[in-house]
């Protein structure tokens, strides 16, 4: 129950349900769980600091179709041309548990992802990122050349993209993690995967090969397919 100071009657009171636990961002900054029922008190951030008051996180109900969104050394999650660890460094949640990717040297696309059927549906897509040495990563999906979209993630800036990611967003955390999402209108493709590369500028082309000149890296975590036009909280 959230209560209005006034009027002192409770005509301002109201009441809401959330039927599983659910994550804010505290006042440390970081992605905390609330649990089942319990209203969350979200802090806002800019360029990666807490500032100002918190709010009550109101959201739809959405499905993360994302298994192991963390932990990138499942077998769930296929890849090319790439290393994969797990639990190599503190995530936005607080915990050792964010995942690393690394090139090999190879003149290759360098990518991981994983794999849905759901249609034609719109989704949105998500994930936090950091840089070690690779600067920019390519988020896409299926065969459409035009859905993708790149990410400065050194200096927390937007590249190139595609006609079906018209509006990606880049949001910076604390500990130089930044969160990258983008809506994908799929223009009649069918959504089957939501695929990650590695890339060598801001303004790589869709499923770009390259020859990295080092084993260039990145951290990963909390990676998220939700059906809808617009990310919502992290769902683990």
Not at 19 to 34: C, F, M, P, Q
Not at 173 to 192: E, H
Request: charged share 15%; glycine share 8%; proline share 5%.
């Amino acid at each position: 129950k959230l209560y209005s100071v006034l009027p002192a009657d409770g005509v301002g009171d109201f009441t809401f349900s959330r039927g599983s636990a659910a994550t804010r961002i505290n006042k440390d900054g970081l992605i905390e769980t609330v649990a089942s029922g319990v209203s969350r008190l979200n802090y806002p951030l800019i360029d990666g600091v807490v500032n100002g008051c918190p709010s009550h996180l109101l959201e739809p109900t959405r499905q993360n179709l994302v298994i192991q969104n963390s932990d990138l050394s499942s077998n769930i999650w296929q890849s090319g041309q790439v290393s994969k660890f797990a639990n190599q460094t503190i995530s936005p949640d607080g915990t050792l548990n964010a995942s690393k990717v690394a090139v090999t040297l190879t003149n290759n696309t360098h990518w991981f992802q994983q794999t849905f059927a759901i249609g034609e549906n719109d989704v949105t897509i998500s994930a936090y990122v950091k840089n070690i040495d690779a600067n920019f990563i390519q988020v896409t999906n299926a065969g459409n050349a035009l859905a993708y979209a790149n990410f400065d993630i050194q200096n927390g800036t937007v590249g190139a993209n595609g006609s079906a990611m018209p509006n990606p967003k880049i949001e910076k955390l604390p500990n130089d993690w930044y969160r990258i999402s983008v809506a994908v209108d799929n223009n009649g493709f069918p959504i089957t995967y939501m695929r990650f590369y590695i890339v060598n500028s801001a303004s790589a082309p869709f499923n770009q090969a390259f020859l990295p000149t080092s084993t260039v890296s990145l951290y990963f975590w909390g990676g998220q397919c939700e059906l809808g036009s617009f990310e919502t909280s992290v769902i683990p």
